[in-house]
């Protein structure tokens, strides 16, 4: 599976040569559906190819422009790993594909640009949170959003308690000294080892430099991020850290309990949980901005103000239906939409326009069910100004 990121997003959205191809299909990790999915992508391609040459292009080269797609037909160890759902982009010179949790209705569209209004939930309210897990014996961050997990490489965190404290493996064995012996004969037997008699200041004192190395390392990671950090571990070494972070986006509650033994999708599972109330208040915060503002200036559901605001980098806020398509086309320079209520030659998805020029110009985008907002509105848009 590829977590798929808002910087990947808007390299996506940046891709300018056309025509460009985008293909979604959903996909299955087991079972006799496995071996359909190849050849559900073939379909697709096929279709992609006839828009392709709808547009004018030779069949020669929409098959030359398709063939990074068409190479995945007779990978096998590709088919073997899949998520939920596949997209695939190609322009001239660029080629991307992601295995995503979403599961996909079959799309291909031909156009100007990518098509990428399927991947908005995965941005929804931009959900995305870290997760440490630390314990004595080691430290993991995880990166997540609601629907995929990954785990970071973490170079700048301590591998362990022991390698702060620059332990090595002959100091934690027991260890055995004779005193300096008062007669020949005679001695006392000084044992100096881990486990029995620990000093407790000491040991917290300790876990304090472990835990404060931790936080030097995440704000060299983290050092202008504002997504929301989890800790997983047991409660005293958690409050050994927070005592300690210095990280402004902590969340106040954790996972309790030593995480070694919890894999990656469990410990995602236990910080959803706790992370995502706080993911839904943004949005809930956004449709009530939504509902005060409906019928001013501050806010539309027609497409033809939402678009050019978007483009002005006035939105927002952008609300829109998963599904929802509004074809026609637009003139950046003019700022002027046609509508069409069918695809005609030319056409592109306006609405998905709208989400892309609200992403970069750091715009919220939001998909949303219509019941969740006034009259059941399939796209609106709160404006800054």
């Known amino acids: 599976m590829n977590l798929l990121q808002i910087d990947e997003l808007k390299t996506l959205i940046e891709q300018a040569e056309s025509p460009c191809v985008s293909i979604y299909m959903p996909t299955h990790e087991a079972g006799q559906e496995t071996q359909e999915d190849p050849i559900r992508l073939k379909n697709l391609l096929r279709r992609a190819e006839g828009q392709l040459q709808e547009m004018g292009m030779a069949a020669e080269k929409a098959g030359s422009l398709l063939k990074p797609a068409s190479d995945l037909l007779l990978d096998s160890i590709f088919w073997r790993h899949q998520s939920d759902g596949l997209a695939i982009f190609v322009c001239p010179g660029f080629y991307r594909h992601y295995r995503l949790p979403l599961s996909f209705r079959e799309v291909v569209i031909a156009g100007s640009h990518l098509h990428l209004k399927p991947l908005m939930p995965l941005f929804t309210g931009d959900g995305r949170f870290y997760v440490l897990a630390m ?151 956004a449709i009530g901005q939504y509902g005060r503002l409906a019928g001013t200036e501050r806010a539309s559901t027609d497409i033809s103000t939402v678009l050019p605001a978007a483009l002005q980098a006035r939105n927002q806020y952008l609300f829109l239906a998963p599904n929802h398509q509004q074809w026609g086309r637009f003139d950046p320079q003019a700022g002027t939409v046609e509508l069409h209520e069918k695809p005609a030659r030319g056409d592109e998805d306006l609405a998905d326009l709208a989400a892309m020029y609200t992403l970069l110009n750091n715009g919220t985008v939001y998909a949303v069910d219509p019941g969740k907002l006034n009259n059941g509105h399939r796209i609106a848009a709160v404006f800054r100004y």
């Open 135 to 285: 314990s004595q014996n080691g430290t993991r961050i995880l990166q997540g959003t609601r629907y995929s997990v990954r785990e970071l490489r973490a170079d700048e965190l301590p591998a362990s308690l022991a390698e702060v404290l620059r332990f090595d493996v002959a100091e934690k064995q027991l260890q055995f000294h004779t005193a300096p012996q008062a007669r020949a004969g005679t001695g006392d037997a000084i044992y100096h080892g881990h486990g029995s008699g620990i000093d407790d200041a000491k040991h917290k004192k300790d876990l304090l430099r472990y835990v404060q190395a931790i936080d030097r390392g995440l704000q060299k990671m983290f050092a202008t991020d504002k997504a929301p950090l989890v800790i997983a571990g047991v409660e005293y070494l958690q409050a050994i850290y927070r005592e300690a972070n210095s990280y402004p986006h902590l969340v106040p509650e954790g996972i309790a309990g030593s995480p070694d033994k919890l894999s990656a999708r469990q410990l995602h599972e236990r910080a959803w949980q706790i992370v995502e109330p706080i993911f839904t208040q943004g949005l809930d915060d």
